[in-house]
């Protein structure tokens, strides 16, 4: 009980962790830290600091509530320095080996990275992406990466909050690039895209049954787009994808950023063509750096944040109250058999009536 | 003066009313009508009634809507047995003269035809799209179709509402096929998705500059996509712009509809392959009600509304509040300059600290 417990603590702390055995050292970092201390740290680039600010972050308690928000403004003004690149794909299409692959060549290159997770389902399915640390055995240990599983929750607005205020931290830790990574559950491509700088969706050769898994809107939403697994008997499968895509990418209206969606293939197993993703990401920035989008586009995600917020703590304390839980239970077989307006309906549950 | 309001009340009544020129007429048009009054009328297809009623969905008056609701109530067991068909494009599409042309045909092969619109912005180039009868010169004065300009209202989701309202009573008053368009101004389409049953995009040939005006996403939320104007030289351009789309939209999933998304060529302006435009919308229907899409597609569109009347609501009380407001334009400039977290500056306008 207590072991596992421990263990649990363990994981909270970030999976970047080498497990406490010794119960002194477990003690020690257990010590309560005052905010300056977490301020102090998370500055200094402590990671063990802050994955523990990330864990208040993430805690029910309303007192680590408190402080992970003192927190978060003492670092908002450190933070803003990084790229933010979200990654989507369907499951099976490799993200995990490409985030591995791509996130070994970053910090390679002498970027800190840090890998974090949208995924709603992970309370339920256990199945959190990033929770399995042998799926990224080398970035795992990266001693320039940091990787933190899906924050779990009940709503995606609680999710995504979490995620989006663990950049700010990450940010202010001196990490510059940060992955947002989700498996496209309901609305939380949606999410990521609101959180990051650029939206990499990675896809798979043969433009038939494969894709049926990727949801019709998504491919609008992408700056750019990967065909990964271009090795072996697929590499001209997935070249002959990438022509298709391109062609009906030119049918769309190209986005307010002016930027025209590249697709480009790899193979994220052999290494093949990594670079090139980074460097399309590099082209993005300085091309919306320079027409001023990406201050912008940075800037509108916080207004819209801000009103989302407001709209998503109205209706939470809404459909939380039990008595309009009720009422909405009652009424919707009501609405289903059409035998109230559904205006009708809204107006009762509001007035009580 | 009294003769401006009386054109302004005539056109409230539908654009379809001849100009009342004799008072007493008038005064017999104007006479208060029962709730029974009301709701007879409307089944038994009288469209001076029907008018009438939907001027009372449209008023801003407390007592209209307490009538509306009333009439709405009653008519709701009689609503349901129309096909509702989106219909959307950009500007120069040719839109009203498709309206026109498609309408005519389907009014002489015996079908009831109201065409309703969502235009969020009539209100302020009061130019809204069916408020021009000459537009629709055969259509506007046919018996057997319905034409009604889009509501004003300062609030989608309250202009939203009164052509949801406007379609349960045109299908109560006998029409059997409604038309909804939009010129695509904001969410505008995603609202118009939202009730219909088939959603059609009208596009231009030269799948280049001409189509820069089609929002993102547009062209995923369609059912048909329809090439207009492929007359004279147009029309070898379509053909090839048709083969073009039909290939984009393979690499698209499918809906859950499992309905493949036809590409067609038409011209309105000559008649030229409209009745193809029909026979695609009488597939999807035979399809989606054999799957049993088509009603669970309507059932979802209802308790859709009753959340998000809701939502609307809970959001449109609190935004309105002078307090909040106040204190929103307070804080917007320190969320743009990164002072202070959209998190926090929303928990401060909710709990208003």
Redesign the interface.
Known sequence: MEENFQSALTEREGIEQPMQVNPNLTRHKRRVLSLDDYVEGILKGDRVILSRAITMIESANPEHFEMA?AI??RC??H??NSLRVGITGVPGVGKSTFIESFGTMLTGMGHKLAVLAIDPSSERTKGSILGDKTRMEALSVDPHAFIRPSPSGSTLGGVA?KT??SI?LCEAAGFDVILVETVGVGQSETVVKSMVDFFLLLMLAG?GDE???????I??MADGLVINKADGDNKAKAVGAKA??R??L??????ESQWDVPVEVCSALEGYSIDKVWKMILQYEALTKANGYFEKNR?EQ??N???N???F???ND?YNNEEKATEIER??PL??E??????????K??RNE
């Not at 894709?211 to 809107?217: A, E, P, S, T, Y």
């Not at 059409?338 to 107006?347: D, E, L, T």
């Open positions: 928000q978060i403004e908002l003004p933070s803003g909050r989006r205020e700010i433009a894709l049926q898994g990727i949801k019709r809107g491919m609008e298709q895509y062609a009906a030119k049918l769309f209206p190209k986005n800037t916080h207004v944040i801000f009103y917020w407001i709209n703590t109205l209706q809404f009424l919707l609405i289903r059409k035998r109230i307006s559904p205006y009708m309906a809204a107006s549950v509001i």
